[in-house]
């Protein structure tokens, strides 16, 4: 498979370069020159199969060409080590929990998939060790380090600002040692960004050592998200939950959005005939794309911080990857994709009458998707949100909101029990450069 840019203007690429480099020589994002459109059969027979072997036959259709067979089955397989379950919670309303992986959120798949096919190309190539750079807020820095922890020939910096993570965060990627380091730089999280982008752009240090960035727009973290929304319409099919004539779905999509990369995999799916009649993109109080499919007018501005913080974006990256999907037409995407648009207070009080007729505890980025299907489904439409994190993930705002104790997953605890282990750094570009020099 040949990979284009959305800026058009360099040179196609193939899956391994697509995937080591992360981002196209003209500053624009790879799209996969085809879409396969997957045969009738495995549609008629999908509620029969596993998470698993779903996602391993639309791995093929996108990896199939570029990854040897059984490889690429090893790779899909220990990638998803845990189950994406549907789950109902109100009238016609179900949850995707995408929180069952180890830093309880979607970003695991992409992740733990994006680390071990980067760990089969450089076996091939036997390369010797590869580094790979990653600036986080947060939660990226938690999903890719437990991504590739424990991959050999990889080794991953995480550059985190000092003081400015949650706790909870922080011992996610600090904790974890082996191939993990943690750069706890005296800055805030620009500086972090400016310090890798910098080393990706110094050739001397790039000839000393093989740098590579795990950024969430990477074809092999973003193309692997389609898995489980396959695997969505499987179990709402196999339950009856969902009818289904032909291609005729009355099943709608709705996913909490900030770069949109999450529900973009989901649009790529329906490209290869997965039968979802229309999706919609959640947005909290950043409400870029929202305000695009009222207007036709895209106007990126600074974010805003909200209780939904991981959605906090003010200009989405993956914005080209929609536009390129449906050939710049605002008709065609406003055909297909509506959208939504919640402030905090809105977000809290859904939570609230969420957990109170239901007993369901949604998470604040949920709860925004919860709130979308609750307003704009039609009577004889079904809806399904992905649950993007669990909420202990954001315990001390969930408890303060519903006034309950979440209880904390045993596999969360564990990591807030290990040792922290960090390299303090400044935000001097010069002592990064050291650092990584002596390595
Ligand atoms: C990253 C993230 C999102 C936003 O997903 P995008 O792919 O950036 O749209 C939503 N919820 C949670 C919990 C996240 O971590």
Redesign the pocket.
């Known amino acids: 498979m040949k990979y284009y840019s959305t800026n058009r203007q360099a040179p196609e690429a193939d899956l391994r370069k697509a995937v080591v480099k992360g981002l196209a020589e003209d500053r624009g994002l790879y799209m996969p020159e085809h879409i396969e459109r997957i045969e009738d059969s495995f549609y008629e027979n999908i509620d029969k199969m596993s998470l698993q072997e779903i996602a391993h036959r639309v791995a093929q259709a996108f990896f199939g060409e570029d990854v040897e067979p059984e490889a690429l089955r090893q790779i899909v397989y220990d990638t998803l080590s845990f189950d994406c379950p549907v789950a109902p919670v109100s009238d016609n309303i179900y949850t995707l929990e995408l929180f069952h992986g180890p830093t309880l959120?979607?970003?695991d798949v992409g992740a733990r998939f994006m680390a071990r096919l980067l760990q089969y190309f450089i076996r091939r190539e036997d390369k010797g060790e590869v580094n790979v750079l990653v600036a986080t807020s947060g939660?990226t820095g938690s999903a890719v380090a437990n991504g590739f922890l424990g991959v050999d020939g990889i080794h991953v910096y995480v550059l985190y600002p000092k003081g400015k993570v949650s706790p909870i965060q922080e011992c996610q990627f600090t904790t974890l040692g082996h191939n993990i380091t943690a750069l706890e730089i005296d800055g805030v999280f620009d500086d972090c960004q400016r310090l890798v982008k910098t080393a990706f752009m110094d050739q001397e240090l790039c000839s000393h050592i093989t740098l590579t960035s795990a950024n969430?727009i990477n074809v092999a973290r973003f193309l692997p998200q389609a898995f489980y929304y396959f695997n969505a319409y499987a179990r709402m099919k196999e339950q009856g939950w969902t009818r289904t004539d032909g291609h005729e779905s009355n099943l709608v999509m709705c996913?909490?959005?900030?770069?949109?990369?999450?529900?973009t995999a989901a649009l790529f799916g329906r490209r290869m005939g997965l039968p979802v009649k229309r999706f919609i993109a959640a947005n909290n109080a950043n409400d870029i794309f929202y305000q695009y499919l009222q207007t036709g007018e895209y106007h990126p501005k600074a974010s805003v911080q909200t209780l939904?913080n991981?959605?906090d974006?003010g200009d989405?990256s993956?914005f080209a990857r929609i536009l390129d999907l449906y050939g710049n037409s605002h008709a065609r995407i406003t055909a297909e994709i509506s959208g939504a648009t919640y402030n905090d207070q809105q977000i809290a009080d859904t939570m609230r009458r969420c957990y109170e007729s239901t007993g369901y505890v949604l998470?604040p980025?949920g709860a925004c998707g919860y709130q979308a299907l609750s307003d704009l489904l039609a009577a004889d439409e079904v809806g399904v949100f992905c649950e993007?994190?669990h909420p202990a993930k954001f315990k001390e705002k969930v408890d303060d909101i519903l006034g309950i104790d979440v209880a904390i997953p045993a596999r969360l605890a564990a990591f807030m029990q290990g040792q922290k282990q960090s390299v303090p750094l400044s935000s001097d570009y010069a002592e990064l450069r050291a650092y990584l020099m002596s390595k």
Request: charged share 10%; no cysteine; hydrophobic share 40%.
């Open positions: 959120a979607f970003k939660d969430s996913v909490p959005s900030g770069n949109f990369g999450n529900i939904a991981a959605m974006v989405p993956n998470d980025h993007t994190a």
